[in-house]
Nanobody, 126 residues
Framework: QVQLVESGGDSVQAGGSLRLSCVVS????????MAWFRQAPGKEREGVAL????????NYADSVKGRFSISYNNAKKTTYLQMDSLKPEDSGMYYC???????????????????WGQGTQVTVSS
């Protein structure tokens, strides 16, 4: 089993920044990557960013490219999502997830992963 705990959600003005954190624990041998998803009320869950542990390869949803950055600190077993130039449409519940993802897969193609955190709320006001 893998446990994920997110933090860092907040309310900010448009144009502002936030950094989300996700601490992972448990059986790390069963996962090779972590990702961030988000879901706004009445909308489908959307994959935002993905990172592979070994080479640190990343990929992003088109809607956040150039504004968001995902990283992983192995010593702290923590994944971060740095979000800059936030827009009202970035609002939603943000979830951290982990699994063994096929190499090179796009975050846009991932609909579900094995392990999920409880979520942290991000609200961006105009």
């Amino acid at each position: 089993q893998v446990q994920l705990v997110e933090s860092g959600g907040d309310s900010v003005q448009a144009g502002g920044s936030l950094r989300l954190s996700c601490v992972v624990s448990g059986n790390m041998y069963s996962i090779n990557s972590m990702a961030w998803f988000r879901q706004a009320p009445g909308k489908e869950r959307e994959g935002v960013a993905l990172i592979y542990f070994d080479a640190g390869n990343t990929n992003y949803a088109d809607s956040v490219k150039g504004r968001f950055s995902i990283s992983y600190n192995n010593a702290k077993k923590t994944t971060y999502l740095q979000m800059d130039s936030l827009k009202p449409e970035d609002s939603g519940m943000y979830y951290c997830a982990a699994d063994y993802a096929p190499p090179g897969i796009s975050i846009a193609r991932i609909k579900d992963l094995a392990y999920w955190g409880q979520g942290t709320q991000v609200t961006v006001s105009s």
